[in-house]
């Protein structure tokens, strides 16, 4: 059975032990729902909690489980003489095994007799159904492969079969526990609230685990690369070389870091004035109807995917500015020579900041939009002007809000990624012309992991370390900001 219908029979099943929970509760009230502890709803929901839950965690566990016992026993069937071959040789023959029962899985009835009789050309036959194999599979290879499958298909009904019983079993439990004085509301609300907990817990732990998983690999990194010489080295030239080399190249972090910063502050430069100001006019001056237009239409530019953003800058915006930029030139020298490369910080940043102006005008409209309406009618009943309100009262009101907003902006401009590859470039450079290219550290992480590499040298490590960095700049970044939101919001409740 399917791990799809499975879930759709436990779903039944819970379904009928809250339709029986409830019957049963009705019943023994006599229909006066007055004389249970609970309404005859969580009674039951309580039914159908303990059909589903204990029936769902068995499946989870079996799952989990029942996979690393099928590997082994796999692996114990192979010879003896592809059982004592290295670790990495013996995880590649296990790969083949599982590709071999994968596309096995996918023949019918006469191609895996002409399989099993060996009168058929089984990688042929499987690169023909999707699965290529690198190389001809070998007659254990084909053992395994029927026995991983057959085991497979074994764990699969039994786990079925015990899910279905023990939902069964539950389901009975719970609606024999029902009863007059059954507090069965609290123990369905206890479900829920361990429910919240859960799932308020799983950002936090996904947290932990990225901070974990990128430290581990940065510390082998940096055991082969001194930090400082990171952290304050000028210059990046992380040379790939070949097996035996000695040579492992150069990796300072600080032309990357300046790059990300030179482009996330052109980027702000250009969204913060025109974000703000538009929430000022949507907050403050515009009507009902056309801020029920204006805002969902400036709000479609934060869909739009960042590859297109991208690919306007380098087909429409940098050509545009390398043009303007000749004229200008062949005005004022005669030369008509550019001085606005077509990849340059000012593409990206003008472009990026196209992109957050929704960031910063939605999150900013809302916290203006918050602050309480006495202070407005205060000020306007002092004889303020509208704009004087604006400058004197509202905004000053908002700016802790507004400035978490922007530094919630400026994590989210650190982080991007393909407006930069598109409208910067790859070159890792320290420089402050605007007109010139750089690069940042996320384009360098998908540069260092890009390709067919093992992480076991400094030339792909380094991604790690680059993205623990960006992981804490823009951690901090966010921390101070909803630091700052939190005060503001404190100050009005």
């Known amino acids: ?36 502890h609970s309404r005859l709803g969580y009674h039951g929901a309580y039914a159908a909690i303990w059909a589903v839950l204990p029936a769902l965690a068995l499946v989870c566990v079996w799952l989990i489980v029942s996979p690393i016992i099928i590997d082994r ?26 590709s071999i029962a994968h596309g096995m899985r996918l023949l019918d009835g006469q191609e895996l007799a002409a399989v099993d009789g060996g009168a058929a050309d089984l990688q042929l036959l499987l690169a023909q159904k999707g699965v290529p194999l690198a190389v001809r599979p070998t007659g254990y290879m084909i053992d395994a492969a029927n026995k991983y499958n057959g085991m497979r298909e074994v764990s699969r009904m039994v786990m079925s079969a015990s899910a279905i019983l023990l939902s069964l079993l ?8 029902i009863a007059p004085r059954f507090r069965a509301r609290n123990r369905v609300e206890q479900v829920i609230l361990g429910a919240l907990i859960v799932a308020s817990s799983i950002a936090v732990l996904t947290t932990v685990g990225i901070a974990f998983s990128m430290l581990s ?10 930090a400082h010489e990171f952290f304050f080295g000028t210059v990046w030239d992380p040379r790939f070389t070949g097996a035996g080399s000695q040579t492992s190249g150069t990796f300072g972090l600080i032309p990357l870091l300046a790059g990300t910063i030179y482009i996330g502050l052109v ?24 801020r029920s237009i204006a805002k969902p239409l400036l709000e479609v530019l934060a869909g739009i995917p960042t590859i297109v953003y991208g690919f306007f800058a380098l087909v429409t915006v940098g050509p545009f500015l390398r043009d303007i930029s000749a004229e200008i030139d062949g005005l004022l020298t005669g030369s008509y020579t550019s001085f606005i490369e077509a990849q340059s910080v000012l593409t990206a940043g003008f472009v990026m900041g196209v992109m957050l102006i929704p960031y910063v005008s939605s999150l900013s409209d809302d916290i203006i939009m918050a602050v309480p309406r006495s202070l407005r009618d205060g000020s306007l009943g002092l004889g303020a002007t509208r704009s004087e309100t604006v400058k004197r009262v509202l905004l000053p009101a908002a700016l802790p809000g507004i400035v978490g907003a922007l530094l919630m902006t ?29 690069t940042t550290v996320t384009v360098k992480i998908v540069n260092q992991l890009t390709g067919d590499l093992e992480f076991t040298s400094p030339q792909t490590l380094v991604a790690f370390a680059l993205g623990i960095t960006l992981f804490c700049l823009t951690l901090c970044l966010n921390v101070y900001a909803l630091y700052i939101v939190r005060r503001y919001r404190e100050q009005y409740e």
């Not at 539950?170 to 526990?177: D, K, M």
């Not at 690999?217 to 001194?226: I, L, Q, W």
């Not at 025109?274 to 515009?286: P, S, T, V």
């Open 267 to 290: 980027a702000m430069l250009f969204a913060v004035p025109i974000g703000l100001f538009a929430a000022i006019y949507m907050a403050e001056y515009a009507s009902a109807r056309v």
């Open 73 to 98: 026993l796999v692996v114990k069937s192979f010879p003896e003489e592809v059982r004592t071959l290295p670790q990495a040789e013996l995880n590649l023959s296990y790969g083949m095994v599982r």
């Open 217 to 226: 690999e940065a510390a082998r990194f940096f055991s082969m690369v001194p």
């Open 170 to 177: 539950c389901a009975v439990h719970g609606l024999r526990a």
């Open 1 to 36: 059975m399917s791990i799809s219908l499975l879930l759709l029979c436990l779903s039944v099943i819970g379904a009928l032990a809250f339709v029986l929970g409830r019957a049963r509760a009705t019943a023994i009230s006599g229909g006066r729902s007055s004389s249970m």
């Open 410 to 438: 400026a994590s989210r401009a650190i982080g991007e990624t393909m407006i930069v590859v598109l409208a910067a470039g790859v070159a890792a450079r320290m420089q402050f012309d605007p007109f010139e290219p750089m």
